[in-house]
Protein backbone atom coordinates (compact mmCIF):
# COMPACT_ATOMS: atom_id res chain seq x y z
CA UNK A 1 0.00 0.00 0.00
CA UNK A 2 1.22 4.07 0.00
CA UNK A 3 0.54 5.36 2.87
CA UNK A 4 0.71 9.03 4.27
CA UNK A 5 1.31 10.10 7.75
CA UNK A 6 0.06 13.59 8.59
CA UNK A 7 1.66 14.66 12.20
CA UNK A 8 0.22 17.25 14.67
CA UNK A 9 2.30 18.17 17.97
CA UNK A 10 6.19 18.01 19.34
CA UNK A 11 9.10 16.91 18.10
CA UNK A 12 8.40 13.71 19.88
CA UNK A 13 5.58 13.11 17.83
CA UNK A 14 7.71 14.06 14.56
CA UNK A 15 9.70 11.03 16.03
CA UNK A 16 6.82 8.52 16.46
CA UNK A 17 5.62 9.16 12.63
CA UNK A 18 9.26 8.80 11.73
CA UNK A 19 9.18 4.98 13.49
CA UNK A 20 5.93 4.29 11.79
CA UNK A 21 6.75 5.04 8.57
CA UNK A 22 9.94 3.19 9.20
CA UNK A 23 8.20 -0.13 10.28
CA UNK A 24 5.67 0.28 7.28
CA UNK A 25 8.42 0.47 4.71
CA UNK A 26 10.19 -2.49 6.09
CA UNK A 27 6.49 -4.59 6.25
CA UNK A 28 6.63 -3.96 2.09
CA UNK A 29 4.68 -0.78 1.92
CA UNK A 30 5.56 2.62 0.30
CA UNK A 31 5.53 6.33 1.45
CA UNK A 32 3.07 7.96 -0.78
CA UNK A 33 4.55 11.35 -2.58
CA UNK A 34 1.45 13.20 -1.59
CA UNK A 35 -2.11 12.49 0.57
CA UNK A 36 -4.30 12.39 -2.29
CA UNK A 37 -1.78 9.47 -3.19
CA UNK A 38 -2.08 7.52 -0.55
CA UNK A 39 -4.52 4.31 0.29
CA UNK A 40 -3.59 4.18 4.05
CA UNK A 41 -3.45 8.19 5.83
CA UNK A 42 -2.40 7.82 9.81
CA UNK A 43 -3.10 10.79 11.64
CA UNK A 44 -0.69 11.24 14.25
CA UNK A 45 -2.50 13.51 16.83
CA UNK A 46 -1.43 15.81 19.56
CA UNK A 47 -3.27 16.68 22.87
CA UNK A 48 -1.34 19.17 24.62
CA UNK A 49 -3.69 22.12 24.45
CA UNK A 50 -7.60 21.15 23.33
CA UNK A 51 -6.78 23.45 19.88
CA UNK A 52 -4.54 20.92 18.91
CA UNK A 53 -7.44 17.92 19.24
CA UNK A 54 -10.17 20.25 17.32
CA UNK A 55 -7.45 20.54 14.20
CA UNK A 56 -6.84 16.52 14.06
CA UNK A 57 -10.25 15.90 14.79
CA UNK A 58 -11.38 18.34 11.66
CA UNK A 59 -8.59 16.30 9.32
CA UNK A 60 -9.87 13.18 10.26
CA UNK A 61 -13.25 14.32 9.60
CA UNK A 62 -12.36 15.43 6.32
CA UNK A 63 -10.52 12.33 5.41
CA UNK A 64 -13.77 10.37 6.80
CA UNK A 65 -15.62 12.21 3.89
CA UNK A 66 -13.27 11.60 1.44
CA UNK A 67 -13.70 8.40 1.90
CA UNK A 68 -16.83 8.31 0.03
CA UNK A 69 -15.44 8.49 -2.99
CA UNK A 70 -12.43 5.84 -1.99
CA UNK A 71 -14.31 3.56 0.43
CA UNK A 72 -10.83 1.25 0.45
CA UNK A 73 -8.52 4.08 1.10
CA UNK A 74 -7.73 3.11 5.32
CA UNK A 75 -7.73 6.03 7.91
CA UNK A 76 -6.37 5.70 11.20
CA UNK A 77 -5.16 7.51 14.11
CA UNK A 78 -2.04 7.57 16.53
CA UNK A 79 -0.47 9.41 19.38
CA UNK A 80 -1.70 10.92 22.13
CA UNK A 81 -5.32 11.97 21.40
CA UNK A 82 -5.61 8.42 20.35
CA UNK A 83 -4.47 7.16 23.78
CA UNK A 84 -6.96 9.83 25.59
CA UNK A 85 -9.61 9.30 23.80
CA UNK A 86 -9.57 5.26 22.78
CA UNK A 87 -12.31 3.59 21.79
CA UNK A 88 -14.92 6.42 21.63
CA UNK A 89 -13.20 7.64 18.95
CA UNK A 90 -14.39 4.75 16.44
CA UNK A 91 -18.02 5.80 18.09
CA UNK A 92 -17.77 9.01 17.08
CA UNK A 93 -15.87 8.97 13.98
CA UNK A 94 -17.89 6.83 11.17
CA UNK A 95 -15.17 4.62 9.06
CA UNK A 96 -12.34 5.08 11.21
CA UNK A 97 -9.96 1.95 11.05
CA UNK A 98 -7.95 1.89 13.84
CA UNK A 99 -6.85 3.87 17.41
CA UNK A 100 -3.66 3.07 17.95
CA UNK A 101 -2.15 4.43 21.57
CA UNK A 102 1.34 5.96 22.22
CA UNK A 103 2.83 2.79 23.34
CA UNK A 104 1.43 0.28 20.53
CA UNK A 105 3.28 1.73 17.79
CA UNK A 106 4.85 -0.98 16.63
CA UNK A 107 1.78 -2.66 15.81
CA UNK A 108 0.46 -0.52 13.56
CA UNK A 109 2.05 -2.88 10.53
CA UNK A 110 -0.27 -5.62 11.29
CA UNK A 111 -3.14 -3.77 12.47
CA UNK A 112 -3.00 -2.40 8.75
CA UNK A 113 -2.84 -6.07 7.66
CA UNK A 114 -5.80 -6.80 10.06
CA UNK A 115 -7.64 -3.96 8.55
CA UNK A 116 -7.41 -4.85 5.04
CA UNK A 117 -8.67 -8.31 5.41
CA UNK A 118 -11.91 -6.90 6.77
CA UNK A 119 -11.11 -6.97 10.69
CA UNK A 120 -11.42 -3.17 11.39
CA UNK A 121 -11.76 -1.11 13.28
CA UNK A 122 -9.45 -2.25 15.25
CA UNK A 123 -8.10 -0.41 18.81
CA UNK A 124 -5.17 -0.67 20.89
CA UNK A 125 -4.20 1.65 23.51
CA UNK A 126 -2.50 -0.89 25.93
CA UNK A 127 -0.32 0.47 28.35
CA UNK A 128 2.66 -2.04 27.63
CA UNK A 129 5.11 -0.49 25.64
CA UNK A 130 5.49 -2.47 22.51
CA UNK A 131 9.18 -2.28 21.28
CA UNK A 132 10.91 -1.53 17.94
CA UNK A 133 14.30 -1.67 16.51
CA UNK A 134 14.61 1.63 16.83
CA UNK A 135 17.99 1.78 15.14
CA UNK A 136 16.39 0.47 12.36
CA UNK A 137 13.42 3.17 12.05
CA UNK A 138 15.16 6.46 11.18
CA UNK A 139 14.53 7.74 7.54
CA UNK A 140 18.02 7.50 5.36
CA UNK A 141 19.94 10.58 3.83
CA UNK A 142 19.11 12.72 7.00
CA UNK A 143 21.96 15.14 8.51
CA UNK A 144 19.95 15.68 11.73
CA UNK A 145 17.98 12.64 13.71
CA UNK A 146 16.12 13.07 16.69
CA UNK A 147 16.53 10.15 19.44
CA UNK A 148 14.25 9.09 22.53
CA UNK A 149 15.55 8.57 25.33
CA UNK A 150 13.32 8.73 28.10
CA UNK A 151 9.59 8.28 27.49
CA UNK A 152 6.75 9.40 29.50
CA UNK A 153 6.91 11.91 32.65
CA UNK A 154 6.20 11.00 36.27
CA UNK A 155 6.06 14.45 37.25
CA UNK A 156 2.27 15.64 37.98
CA UNK A 157 2.05 19.51 36.65
CA UNK A 158 -1.30 19.99 37.60
CA UNK A 159 -2.31 21.27 33.65
CA UNK A 160 -0.76 19.08 31.97
CA UNK A 161 -1.95 16.18 29.90
CA UNK A 162 1.21 14.34 29.03
CA UNK A 163 1.31 11.84 32.01
CA UNK A 164 -1.99 10.55 30.95
CA UNK A 165 -1.03 9.89 27.06
CA UNK A 166 2.12 9.26 27.78
CA UNK A 167 2.31 6.92 30.47
CA UNK A 168 4.95 6.36 33.23
CA UNK A 169 8.39 7.74 32.85
CA UNK A 170 10.90 4.94 31.25
CA UNK A 171 14.59 5.48 30.36
CA UNK A 172 16.42 3.23 27.64
CA UNK A 173 19.18 1.25 28.35
CA UNK A 174 22.12 3.80 27.25
CA UNK A 175 23.79 0.84 25.66
CA UNK A 176 20.49 0.73 22.98
CA UNK A 177 20.60 4.67 23.00
CA UNK A 178 24.43 4.45 21.81
CA UNK A 179 23.58 1.72 19.47
CA UNK A 180 21.02 4.17 17.83
CA UNK A 181 22.93 7.26 17.46
CA UNK A 182 26.23 5.38 16.66
CA UNK A 183 24.50 3.41 13.73
CA UNK A 184 22.80 7.29 12.63
CA UNK A 185 25.99 8.61 12.80
CA UNK A 186 27.51 5.81 10.63
CA UNK A 187 24.74 6.71 8.27
CA UNK A 188 26.28 10.17 7.82
CA UNK A 189 24.02 12.11 11.05
CA UNK A 190 26.13 14.75 12.45
CA UNK A 191 23.19 16.34 14.63
CA UNK A 192 21.53 14.63 17.18
CA UNK A 193 18.40 15.40 19.38
CA UNK A 194 17.97 13.87 22.69
CA UNK A 195 14.47 13.86 23.40
CA UNK A 196 12.50 12.87 26.26
CA UNK A 197 9.32 14.96 28.06
CA UNK A 198 11.64 15.44 31.25
CA UNK A 199 15.02 14.78 29.65
CA UNK A 200 17.00 15.54 32.60
CA UNK A 201 15.74 12.86 34.42
CA UNK A 202 17.07 10.38 32.20
CA UNK A 203 18.14 7.07 34.07
CA UNK A 204 16.69 8.60 37.39
CA UNK A 205 14.22 5.67 37.88
CA UNK A 206 16.29 3.02 36.49
CA UNK A 207 19.65 2.00 36.26
CA UNK A 208 20.36 2.70 32.66
CA UNK A 209 24.31 2.23 32.83
CA UNK A 210 23.85 -1.76 33.73
CA UNK A 211 27.61 -3.75 33.34
CA UNK A 212 29.27 -0.25 31.86
CA UNK A 213 32.41 0.72 32.75
CA UNK A 214 32.92 4.28 34.74
CA UNK A 215 32.33 7.62 33.13
CA UNK A 216 36.27 8.83 31.88
CA UNK A 217 35.26 12.55 32.88
CA UNK A 218 33.97 11.28 36.25
CA UNK A 219 29.96 11.71 35.68
CA UNK A 220 28.20 9.80 38.42
CA UNK A 221 24.22 11.41 37.42
CA UNK A 222 23.41 9.61 34.02
CA UNK A 223 21.91 12.20 31.56
CA UNK A 224 25.18 13.83 32.19
CA UNK A 225 27.21 10.71 31.71
CA UNK A 226 24.85 9.64 28.57
CA UNK A 227 25.24 13.06 26.88
CA UNK A 228 29.64 12.28 27.77
CA UNK A 229 29.12 9.22 25.89
CA UNK A 230 27.18 9.99 23.47
CA UNK A 231 29.63 13.31 22.38
CA UNK A 232 32.62 10.38 22.12
CA UNK A 233 30.91 8.32 19.15
CA UNK A 234 32.99 9.42 16.27
CA UNK A 235 31.67 12.03 13.57
CA UNK A 236 29.04 13.61 15.74
CA UNK A 237 29.31 17.48 15.37
CA UNK A 238 26.39 18.84 17.32
CA UNK A 239 24.58 17.22 20.18
CA UNK A 240 20.95 19.10 21.67
CA UNK A 241 18.05 17.79 24.23
CA UNK A 242 14.34 18.54 24.67
CA UNK A 243 12.62 19.39 27.07
CA UNK A 244 14.64 20.67 30.25
CA UNK A 245 13.76 20.95 34.06
CA UNK A 246 15.26 23.48 36.36
CA UNK A 247 15.72 20.59 39.00
CA UNK A 248 17.69 18.84 36.35
CA UNK A 249 20.12 21.41 36.05
CA UNK A 250 22.88 20.37 37.89
CA UNK A 251 26.40 21.67 38.47
CA UNK A 252 27.18 17.84 36.34
CA UNK A 253 25.22 19.26 34.01
CA UNK A 254 26.14 22.38 33.79
CA UNK A 255 29.67 21.12 32.99
CA UNK A 256 28.86 18.72 30.68
CA UNK A 257 27.67 21.31 28.48
CA UNK A 258 30.42 23.11 29.20
CA UNK A 259 32.99 20.63 28.57
CA UNK A 260 31.79 18.05 25.94
CA UNK A 261 32.20 19.66 22.82
CA UNK A 262 29.53 18.42 20.32
CA UNK A 263 27.14 19.26 23.19
CA UNK A 264 25.25 22.92 21.95
CA UNK A 265 25.28 26.09 24.20
CA UNK A 266 21.23 26.42 24.51
CA UNK A 267 18.86 25.45 26.90
CA UNK A 268 15.31 25.00 26.35
CA UNK A 269 14.13 25.50 30.18
CA UNK A 270 10.45 26.25 30.51
CA UNK A 271 9.60 27.91 33.85
CA UNK A 272 5.50 28.54 32.91
CA UNK A 273 5.29 31.53 35.77
CA UNK A 274 7.19 34.56 37.27
CA UNK A 275 5.20 33.89 40.81
CA UNK A 276 5.70 31.26 43.08
CA UNK A 277 2.38 31.10 44.46
CA UNK A 278 1.45 30.09 40.58
CA UNK A 279 4.29 27.64 40.47
CA UNK A 280 3.00 25.82 43.51
CA UNK A 281 -0.70 25.50 42.12
CA UNK A 282 1.20 24.34 38.66
CA UNK A 283 2.91 21.42 40.93
CA UNK A 284 5.84 22.52 38.59
CA UNK A 285 8.33 21.43 41.80
CA UNK A 286 10.59 24.33 41.51
CA UNK A 287 11.02 28.00 42.62
CA UNK A 288 11.92 30.92 41.21
CA UNK A 289 15.07 31.36 43.39
CA UNK A 290 15.78 27.49 42.33
CA UNK A 291 15.40 28.52 38.57
CA UNK A 292 17.29 31.57 38.84
CA UNK A 293 20.17 29.06 40.39
CA UNK A 294 20.13 26.66 37.28
CA UNK A 295 20.50 29.82 34.66
CA UNK A 296 22.94 30.94 36.93
CA UNK A 297 24.55 28.18 36.81
CA UNK A 298 25.16 27.81 32.99
CA UNK A 299 25.84 31.34 32.44
CA UNK A 300 28.87 31.22 34.66
CA UNK A 301 30.00 28.57 32.94
CA UNK A 302 29.11 29.11 29.45
CA UNK A 303 28.00 33.04 29.44
CA UNK A 304 27.29 32.89 25.33
CA UNK A 305 24.47 30.39 25.75
CA UNK A 306 21.14 30.77 24.56
CA UNK A 307 18.43 30.19 27.25
CA UNK A 308 14.32 29.57 25.70
CA UNK A 309 11.83 28.81 27.85
CA UNK A 310 7.98 28.52 27.35
CA UNK A 311 5.37 30.17 29.69
CA UNK A 312 1.65 29.78 30.65
CA UNK A 313 -0.79 33.02 30.70
CA UNK A 314 -3.65 32.88 32.34
CA UNK A 315 -3.38 30.00 34.65
CA UNK A 316 -6.52 29.87 36.92
CA UNK A 317 -5.92 32.37 39.76
CA UNK A 318 -3.42 34.27 38.31
CA UNK A 319 -3.71 37.47 39.08
CA UNK A 320 -2.86 40.82 37.31
CA UNK A 321 0.24 41.79 39.91
CA UNK A 322 1.29 38.02 39.62
CA UNK A 323 0.95 38.71 35.68
CA UNK A 324 3.40 41.69 36.37
CA UNK A 325 5.67 39.28 38.05
CA UNK A 326 6.32 37.10 35.35
CA UNK A 327 6.88 40.09 33.14
CA UNK A 328 9.28 41.28 35.35
CA UNK A 329 10.72 38.03 35.52
CA UNK A 330 11.59 37.20 31.90
CA UNK A 331 13.01 40.63 31.93
CA UNK A 332 15.17 39.62 34.64
CA UNK A 333 16.50 36.60 33.13
CA UNK A 334 16.81 37.84 29.12
CA UNK A 335 15.55 35.01 27.65
CA UNK A 336 16.84 34.80 23.98
CA UNK A 337 12.96 33.15 23.12
CA UNK A 338 9.98 32.26 24.92
CA UNK A 339 7.05 29.66 23.62
CA UNK A 340 3.80 31.78 25.04
CA UNK A 341 0.56 29.58 25.92
CA UNK A 342 -2.78 30.55 26.82
CA UNK A 343 -4.04 28.15 29.63
CA UNK A 344 -6.20 26.07 28.76
CA UNK A 345 -8.09 23.21 31.05
CA UNK A 346 -7.08 19.38 29.54
CA UNK A 347 -9.59 16.59 30.78
CA UNK A 348 -8.15 14.58 33.43
CA UNK A 349 -5.69 17.37 35.05
CA UNK A 350 -5.66 18.54 38.69
CA UNK A 351 -6.30 21.93 37.05
CA UNK A 352 -8.94 21.22 35.10
CA UNK A 353 -10.97 20.91 38.34
CA UNK A 354 -10.70 24.71 39.29
CA UNK A 355 -12.46 27.34 37.87
CA UNK A 356 -11.07 29.08 34.47
CA UNK A 357 -11.63 32.50 35.85
CA UNK A 358 -9.12 34.77 33.63
CA UNK A 359 -11.37 35.24 30.48
CA UNK A 360 -10.54 34.60 27.51
CA UNK A 361 -9.80 38.51 26.71
CA UNK A 362 -7.50 38.33 29.21
CA UNK A 363 -5.79 35.69 28.60
CA UNK A 364 -5.52 37.47 24.82
CA UNK A 365 -4.36 40.85 26.65
CA UNK A 366 -1.67 39.31 28.31
CA UNK A 367 -0.20 36.82 25.50
CA UNK A 368 0.09 39.43 23.33
CA UNK A 369 2.18 41.56 25.91
CA UNK A 370 4.80 38.85 26.27
CA UNK A 371 4.98 38.33 23.04
CA UNK A 372 5.45 41.62 21.98
CA UNK A 373 8.33 42.26 24.98
CA UNK A 374 10.24 38.76 23.86
CA UNK A 375 10.14 39.97 20.09
CA UNK A 376 11.62 43.24 21.82
CA UNK A 377 14.14 41.21 23.99
CA UNK A 378 15.13 38.81 20.99
CA UNK A 379 15.44 41.60 18.77
CA UNK A 380 17.91 43.32 21.05
CA UNK A 381 20.35 39.95 21.90
CA UNK A 382 20.41 39.17 18.33
CA UNK A 383 21.48 42.34 17.64
CA UNK A 384 24.71 41.60 19.36
CA UNK A 385 25.56 39.15 16.90
CA UNK A 386 25.86 41.09 13.69
CA UNK A 387 29.17 42.24 12.84
CA UNK A 388 30.39 38.51 14.24
CA UNK A 389 30.73 35.22 12.12
CA UNK A 390 29.06 32.29 13.64
CA UNK A 391 29.10 28.52 12.48
CA UNK A 392 25.80 27.39 10.81
CA UNK A 393 24.64 23.88 10.19
CA UNK A 394 22.65 24.08 6.61
CA UNK A 395 19.47 23.09 7.03
CA UNK A 396 18.15 23.41 3.56
CA UNK A 397 16.28 25.89 1.29
CA UNK A 398 14.20 28.52 2.89
CA UNK A 399 10.68 27.57 2.82
CA UNK A 400 9.91 31.45 2.58
CA UNK A 401 11.91 31.97 -0.74
CA UNK A 402 13.95 29.84 -2.85
CA UNK A 403 17.13 32.69 -3.16
CA UNK A 404 17.99 31.87 -0.18
CA UNK A 405 18.44 29.32 2.51
CA UNK A 406 18.41 28.92 6.11
CA UNK A 407 20.39 27.09 9.00
CA UNK A 408 20.85 27.18 12.75
CA UNK A 409 23.43 28.05 15.10
CA UNK A 410 25.06 26.22 18.04
CA UNK A 411 22.83 28.86 20.10
CA UNK A 412 19.47 27.62 17.93
CA UNK A 413 19.09 30.40 15.91
CA UNK A 414 17.89 30.62 12.61
CA UNK A 415 19.83 31.54 10.22
CA UNK A 416 19.08 32.75 6.53
CA UNK A 417 21.83 33.71 3.53
CA UNK A 418 22.27 33.20 0.04
CA UNK A 419 23.56 29.88 -0.92
CA UNK A 420 27.25 28.80 -2.86
CA UNK A 421 27.40 26.01 -5.75
CA UNK A 422 27.60 23.31 -4.26
CA UNK A 423 25.80 23.89 -0.57
CA UNK A 424 24.35 20.61 0.42
CA UNK A 425 22.34 19.96 3.95
CA UNK A 426 23.96 19.23 6.80
CA UNK A 427 27.34 21.43 5.63
CA UNK A 428 28.71 23.25 8.42
CA UNK A 429 29.66 27.09 6.90
CA UNK A 430 30.87 30.53 8.84
CA UNK A 431 27.97 33.07 8.37
CA UNK A 432 29.05 36.80 8.57
CA UNK A 433 25.75 38.17 10.25
CA UNK A 434 24.60 41.66 9.05
CA UNK A 435 20.95 41.73 9.84
CA UNK A 436 19.14 40.64 12.71
CA UNK A 437 14.83 40.29 13.62
CA UNK A 438 13.45 38.73 16.60
CA UNK A 439 13.26 35.25 15.28
CA UNK A 440 16.08 35.68 12.24
CA UNK A 441 19.70 36.54 12.00
CA UNK A 442 20.64 37.46 8.32
CA UNK A 443 24.26 37.21 7.35
CA UNK A 444 26.76 36.03 4.23
CA UNK A 445 28.56 33.21 3.52
CA UNK A 446 32.37 33.67 4.61
CA UNK A 447 33.82 31.31 2.09
CA UNK A 448 37.22 30.00 2.35
CA UNK A 449 39.83 32.41 0.97
CA UNK A 450 37.41 35.43 1.01
S1 LIG B 1 7.33 17.79 33.32
FE1 LIG B 1 5.26 18.52 33.74
S2 LIG B 1 4.75 19.72 31.91
FE2 LIG B 1 6.47 18.42 31.36
S3 LIG B 1 5.56 16.58 30.48
FE3 LIG B 1 5.90 16.18 32.65
S4 LIG B 1 3.95 16.69 33.65
FE4 LIG B 1 3.96 17.64 31.62
Known amino acids: MKFHIKTYGCQMNERDSEEVAMLLARSGHAPASCEAEADAIVVNTCSVREKAEVKALGKIRMLLAAKREQPARIVGVMGCMAQRLGESLVRRLRGLDFVVGTQRLAAIPAILDAVR ?78 LGQSVMSYGAKQSVWEGAPASPGGYREPFPRLLEAVNAIPGLKRLRFMSGHPSGCTEELVRAMAELPAVCEHLHLPVQSGSDRILKRMNRGYTLDDYREAVRRI ?30 FMDEIGFDNAFIFKYAPREGTTAAEWKDDVSADEKMRRNKILLEEQNRRSLQINEKQVGCDCEVRVEGVSRRTAARWTGLTRTAKSVMFEPFAGIQEGDSIRVGIERAMPQTLYGSVRLPGR
Do not use: M
Open 299 to 328: RARIPAAAVTTDIIVGFPSETPAEFEETRR
Open 117 to 194: AGKGPIVDCGERRLESEASLTHRAGGHSALVNILLGCDRRCSYCVVPLVRGREWSRPACQVLEEVGALVRHGVRDITL
